[in-house]
């Protein structure tokens, strides 16, 4: 079965310094990969979705980036962090294109990031 | 531009009785939706999907409706129990046609 680990589940990080948050998906070749962010009492935000290796798809304008540097690892990352970052942030992964029979996409379970 | 959103942003009921979950979406070419239950500290969990050839379809104690006309989206969940205490999310296909668009949630609170 597919599996899909990201860390670390908690972070507090000052204002100006780096990022970066890892995720990997275990039990599937070259899988969608999707960044999502859920500031408190609201909804997810599609950050970065990755088709392949080295392909990354910016949905927001954001002091983030993403890399996918192996076919089943996921990185975000930021060089200088704001207060704004602050959230849960949830790495995601579906077979392939969403809305195939049976392809959906599937959650990690998140991490926290408090900036402060 | 497009969007997904629900009509009420919290649900109370008592245990036993049946919750009815509603999401509005924009998009008229959308045509995969998703719900979804997140657990406070975690990540979203698949429920149930439909696609936009279909009206209805029901899974363990969820039946998802979807009426395209005025693109409108419902969960009915049975005979809730205190577990089922969540957020759920709608979620529709982006233009890109490769991730998801998430509503705001709605807070269901099961009542013993």
């Known amino acids: 079965s597919q599996t899909i680990h990201q860390w670390p589940a908690t972070l507090v990080q000052p204002v100006g310094s780096p990022l970066s948050l890892e995720c990997t998906v275990e039990?599937?070749?070259?899988?969608?990969l999707y960044w999502y962010r859920q500031a408190a009492g609201r909804g997810l935000q599609l950050l970065f979705y990755?088709?392949?290796?080295?392909?990354i798809s910016s949905e927001v304008p954001q002091n983030l980036s993403a890399s996918r540097p192996q076919d089943r690892q996921f990185i975000l990352s930021s060089k200088k962090l704001l207060l704004s970052d602050s959230g849960f942030y949830l790495c995601?992964?579906?077979?392939?294109?969403?809305?195939?029979?049976?392809?959906?996409?599937?959650f990690g379970e998140g991490s926290w990031l408090t900036v402060v | 531009g497009e969007s997904v959103g629900l009509h009420l942003p919290t649900l109370s009921v008592q245990e036993g009785d049946n919750s009815i979950i509603n999401c509005a979406y924009s998009n008229s070419a959308s045509d995969y939706f998703i719900w979804y239950k997140q657990e406070s500290g975690k990540g979203p969990q698949f429920i149930i999907d439909?696609?936009?050839?279909?009206d209805k379809r029901q899974g363990q104690r969820v039946t998802v409706l979807l009426n395209k006309t005025v693109k409108h989206l419902s969960l009915q969940i049975a005979a809730t129990q205190p577990g089922d205490s969540a957020v759920y999310f709608c979620?529709?296909?982006?233009?890109?046609?490769?991730?998801?668009?998430f509503g705001k949630g709605t807070s269901l609170l099961v009542t013993p």
């Open positions: 039990g599937t070749s070259n899988p969608n």
């Open positions: 990755s088709v392949g290796i080295g392909q």
């Open positions: 995601a992964w579906s077979v392939s294109r969403v809305g195939g029979p049976g392809n959906t996409i599937y």
């Open positions: 439909i696609r936009s050839n279909m």
């Open positions: 979620a529709e296909i982006t233009n890109s046609g490769y991730a998801l668009n």
